[in-house]
């Protein structure tokens, strides 16, 4: 039988920057292990902190061991799960080999004539800073980089003949299982191989009643050994009537023992984890045990706080995944990363499906290549029997194929190749060719598309109807179409800022080490860098609008609930969709558009994540966020049931604010309806501008299923009908708003006067010039670079269309300056369609053109002179923008907007309210 001994635990380390260990017999000297310091093992040297975050290079281990109850007549092997990147091992002085590769186990066999009563392992461990040729990931390019001996090292004793691996494929429909073994023979002898199927786990319980199976694999004396070490592959099929499946409801995992015996009896024993059930794409969706599943999907890079690459503990495993399904989620997407064996274990158990997908390389060569592919088949080995992954990617947004893959038949083909070798290696299983960018053979049509919500709303409705749903082709390389695969949307997504003090905590008081991103060059933008948020907080108005960086990440992550519901509610409202993957699950260092923080704590709001993110969801069809007192509306519902079972129920509606409600009858028997007109009510009136929730709830058999919130505005035009004080000179603008304003009671003048306020959108010469004398000045300044005139100041334009800088932005507002108006200071639905398109640049940017991407200049000194009113940030509180800047001029002042406002003043309730408000504060100042 086999037996084992542990290795984990303490082992000497030091650094070798010179490389000069193997030279000088590091491995057998014991001078220059007076330097070195005790580590844990499993180690990540990073984790040591100091010099050692950012080190690359060569690193040594060295360990003393005994191994007792060793049996001289059997073979030891020394087993590691993963060392980064690149080893070599000595036992006792002398050489026994080496393995490159960072993510996936190796194992070396020890010579029996090497052995000692007591032993020395040295491994020097090699991970280069020139890493563009080998599989990566993350770790390294945009995260802090891992190094070293980063899971279990045993060493495993075993006959002269044992079992490899068993590779466990179900098939459902037939209700059998094909059983792969792979067997290293040794001696003289005939071989017997029997197999025991028994229940292993469901969920947290350790067993369930179910039958067992057992049998002899093969016909006797099939497998016999000739007397040299070889390996032999044996497949057979076996019967399993009756055996349970494996869902996310219900995830039966059996295991399998495989035992090896001779003439005198059992020699090795062999043990495997698997479950029943199948996984295929047809009619747009992917199915699951022949039932068609909606993804939910979140994308996960499984980085930690304090362990860097692994989980502290399988409890933390648990726990994760488990928030994970009461977030609503039925999938996680782990990006880039051989994922480690006991979290997909976890995921087996407890039913969570896994999108699996190789580290990456960068550098298009045919070594790298090399390297990726052998990456690949070891993560194949290693994680085919885990019925929870149901997808292998191969590539990601075409990193490693440089970008070009459109352009590129060589690529091309190369991706057709590796999705072929796969799928033969795999066919039960989906695969992915290059996730989220150009396909050419795969089982997912999958797209990664990031836009920020509410600004970009209509965008991310057109690109979801015209791009994904309307032009399935359009994400293939010609000749190569659409062949109707499952569209999913696996990536997108909003940042929320975290609280600093509560990452400071957690790090006994001081900043993490990755406030200085760790990652290459592409990534030190200033707002990937988390001190920038501590030198601008103080700065572009933020502090007047929201006190406090910690009130403003709080804000910053309800803003985040906002959006990610808005893009979510878009794609569920369409079954043409068929799924999403959010990015992301957790925050990972300076990237801040997790679910959760680094420190897997949810953010602000959500608690109600289930609203739009469950299996069961009710959606309002609300065709504009902000009306009239008065208006009549009509809204159509939408209801998502992804279980697919029959329920009938009501759906009721009320105005939280107001005492207003109804009732909708439902009958549901499919996974989706629409119900058109379903919420009728006419707008009540108001003595002000109310705030209001319309709240949904459907309810089954007296029982909540689910429940919505949608934020409203309620305006009363008498609001805006009062008498005004103060002249307004119209200058450039068109007839339409000079009627409005009449219309709003504003008194226009043709001649300017020192009273007047003048409004323009234009600033030429003359309109400098009165501001200049003394006069004030609004300026609406929307168009940005297509106006005209624009005096002393010049604008930058936000990212139209899909952007994922954009995602990360935020605008705001100093809230206080529009008092009685519902304005939130992250700016939520209550500036439905106002939001800016061009924003005054406070800090430098990159212009993306057609050819290249030009670096312009933005100007500090106007937010430094004038007052900020409303602003805009992307990420950690960088490249600063101003919407609404009254800025001195002469000596008078101009109000620069870049709000929306113009064609919307006078029908649109908000932007009428704050175009008065603006004319009080272009006069007068803010309060």
Not at 100 to 112: C, D, Q, V
Not at 630 to 648: A, P
Not at 737 to 763: G, K, S
Request: charged share 25%.
């Amino acid at each position: 039988m086999r037996q084992s001994w542990s290795l984990d635990g303490e082992w000497q380390f030091l650094i070798d920057p010179l490389q000069a260990g193997e030279r000088e017999s590091w491995y057998d000297n014991e001078q220059p292990w007076n330097e070195s310091r005790k580590v844990t093992v499993p180690h990540i040297w990073q984790r040591e902190g100091g010099e050692l975050v950012g080190y690359h290079g060569v690193a040594w281990y060295r360990k003393t061991i005994s191994l007792p109850g060793r049996d001289s007549g059997k073979q030891q092997c020394i087993c590691f799960d993963a060392v980064d990147y690149r080893c070599a091992v000595w036992w006792n002085g002398a050489y026994i080999g080496e393995h490159e590769g960072g993510f996936t186990p190796f194992e070396l066999s020890i010579p029996a004539l090497l052995m000692q009563e007591e032993n020395q392992v040295v491994l020097s461990v090699f991970d280069p800073k020139d890493n563009a040729e080998i599989p990566i990931g993350k770790q390294g390019s945009w995260y802090t980089r891992v190094s070293g001996i980063w899971q279990s090292v045993k060493v495993e004793e075993r006959a002269s003949s044992y079992v490899e691996s068993v590779l466990v494929t179900p098939d459902l429909d037939g209700m059998k299982l094909g059983l792969r073994a792979e067997l290293l023979v040794g001696g003289r002898h005939d071989l017997k191989l029997d197999y025991t199927i028994r229940p292993h786990a469901l969920g947290e319980e350790n067993t369930f009643e179910a039958a067992s199976y057992s049998g002899e694999l093969g016909e006797p004396g099939e497998i016999r050994s000739e007397g040299l070490n070889r390996s032999i592959q044996v497949n057979w099929d076996k019967p399993v009537p009756g055996m349970l499946l494996w869902s996310t409801e219900a995830p039966h995992l059996y295991e399998i023992e495989v035992c090896l015996s001779d003439a005198s009896g059992v020699i090795d024993r062999f043990v495997t984890i698997f479950g029943m059930r199948k996984v295929e794409q047809r009619d747009g969706r992917i199915y699951v045990n022949n039932g068609p599943v909606y993804i939910r999907g979140a994308l996960d890079q499984a980085f930690y706080p304090d362990s860097i690459y692994t989980a502290g503990s399988v409890d933390e495993i648990r726990k994760e995944i488990e928030l994970a399904k009461q977030m609503g989620f039925n999938l996680l997407r782990k990006h880039i990363k051989v994922e480690i064996p006991e979290y997909l274990y976890w995921a087996d158990r407890l039913g969570m499906l896994i999108w699996a997908e190789p580290p990456n390389f960068v550098k298009w060569t045919e070594a790298a290549r090399t390297r990726f592919v052998s990456e690949i088949e070891a993560m194949l080995k290693r994680d085919y029997n885990h019925p929870s992954i149901i997808i292998w990617s191969i590539y990601n947004e075409e990193w490693g194929l440089e970008w070009d893959l459109e352009f590129d038949p060589e690529k091309q083909k190369h991706v057709a190749e590796l999705y072929d070798w796969l799928k033969e290696w795999d066919p039960t299983r989906l695969i992915c060719d290059n996730s989220g960018w150009t396909h050419i053979k795969t089982d997912i049509n999958d797209h990664h598309r990031y836009f920020a919500c509410p600004e970009q709303l209509d965008e991310w409705r057109e690109d979801l109807d015209e791009l994904l749903i309307g032009n399935p082709d359009k994400n293939f390389v010609a000749p190569y179409r659409s062949q109707g695969e499952p569209i999913i949307v696996s990536e997108f997504g909003v940042w929320g800022l975290p609280s600093v003090e509560r990452l400071k905590d957690f790090y006994d008081g001081n900043e993490p080490w990755w406030f200085i991103n760790q990652g290459e060059e592409t990534h030190q933008d200033d707002y990937k860098k988390p001190t920038t948020a501590l030198d601008n907080m103080d700065k572009f108005g933020l502090a007047s609008a929201f006190g406090d960086f910690e009130t403003l990440a709080v804000h910053s992550q309800r803003r985040m609930f906002r959006a990610v519901k808005s893009l979510i509610e878009e794609m569920r409202k369409r079954p043409a969709i068929g799924g999403y993957v959010v990015t992301e699950f957790t925050d990972i260092e300076w990237e801040t558009n997790g679910w959760l923080d680094f420190l897997r704590q949810p953010k602000e709001g959500f608690d109600r994540l289930i609203d739009f993110n469950g299996a069961c969801c009710v959606f309002a069809e609300v065709e504009r966020a902000n009306l009239w007192s008065g208006e009549q509306v009509s809204w159509e519902l939408v209801l998502t049931n992804d279980d697919g079972k029959r329920m009938s129920g009501e759906v009721k509606w009320s105005l939280a604010n107001s005492a207003m409600q109804g009732t909708v009858q439902v009958e549901l028997d499919d996974v989706w309806k629409q119900l058109p007109g379903a919420i009728a009510f006419t707008v009540p009136e108001s003595k002000e501008v109310l705030a209001e929730r319309l709240v949904l709830e459907w309810i089954v058999e007296g029982s909540c299923v689910a429940r919505n919130e949608y934020e409203l505005t309620f305006t009363p035009k008498q609001l805006v009908n009062a008498d005004r004080e103060s002249a307004v000179a119209i200058r450039g603008l068109n007839a339409s708003f000079q009627a409005a304003l009449e219309a709003n009671r504003w008194h226009t003048a043709d001649t300017l006067t020192d009273e007047a306020v003048m409004v323009t959108d234009c600033l030429d010469k003359d309109a400098e010039s009165f501001a200049r004398q003394g006069g004030s000045v609004l300026f609406l300044a929307e168009k940005g670079d297509g106006l005209k005139a624009s005096g002393p100041f010049t604008f930058r334009q936000l990212a139209p269309g899909e952007s994922w800088p954009r995602a990360s932005s935020m605008n705001y507002v100093d809230s206080r300056c529009f008092d009685g108006l519902p304005l939130l200071p992250e700016m939520g639905w209550e500036l439905e369609g106002l939001y800016p398109d061009y924003v005054l640049p406070f800090g430098d940017y990159k212009k993306v053109g057609v050819k290249r991407t030009v670096n312009m200049f933005g100007n500090p000194g106007t937010a430094e002179a004038g007052e900020v009113i409303s602003g805009y940030f992307q990420g950690w509180l960088g490249q600063n923008g101003g919407s609404i800047v009254r800025h001195p001029l002469g000596k008078g002042y101009v109000t620069v907007v870049t709000w929306k406002l113009i064609e919307r003043y006078g029908h649109e309730p908000m932007a009428t309210m704050i175009v008065n408000r603006l004319l009080h504060i272009a006069k007068d100042g803010t309060p």
